[in-house]
């Protein structure tokens, strides 16, 4: 029911009611779901709302709670984020960890080979 209210929600460009929405069916999931909707979340305050601040807090939680093949892309959403809020070096400590999340990335890769 939330899913279908969150689709209508977004199609009809109403962003707080999904950002609410979002937040809502986020707090009730677990695992890689969790995950994708705290992504949504920060997108759509990142993106909609205009609230990088907000959008940066919602991204550190997605990430902290990310298995590591996903971090790369929410810690580069991240330095978006914090640049858009002015914050330069939480963007360049976001951009480090994200620096070596494809470092290590690329190492499993070469390992798994």
């Keep these: 029911m939330l899913a279908a209210l969150t689709r209508v929600a ?3 460009e ?3 009611e999904a950002s609410d929405l979002l937040l809502e069916r986020a707090r009730a999931a677990a695992g890689p779901e969790q995950v994708a ?7 759509v305050l990142l993106q909609h709302l205009h609230s990088p601040a907000a959008a940066a807090d919602v991204y550190r939680e997605a990430i902290g709670l ?3 093949d996903q ?5 580069a959403r991240l330095a978006e984020a ?13 951009l480090a960890d994200l620096s070596a999340a ?8 070469r390992a798994a080979r």
């Design 82 to 94: 914090l640049g858009e809020a002015g914050d330069v070096p939480g963007q360049a400590a976001a």
């Design 102 to 109: 494809r470092d290590e990335a690329a190492e499993a890769a």
């Design 66 to 68: 990310a298995a590591p």
């Design 14 to 16: 109403r962003w707080e």
């Design 37 to 43: 909707l705290l992504g949504q979340l920060a997108d």
């Design 71 to 75: 971090r790369a892309r929410l810690l």
């Design 10 to 12: 977004v199609a009809a």
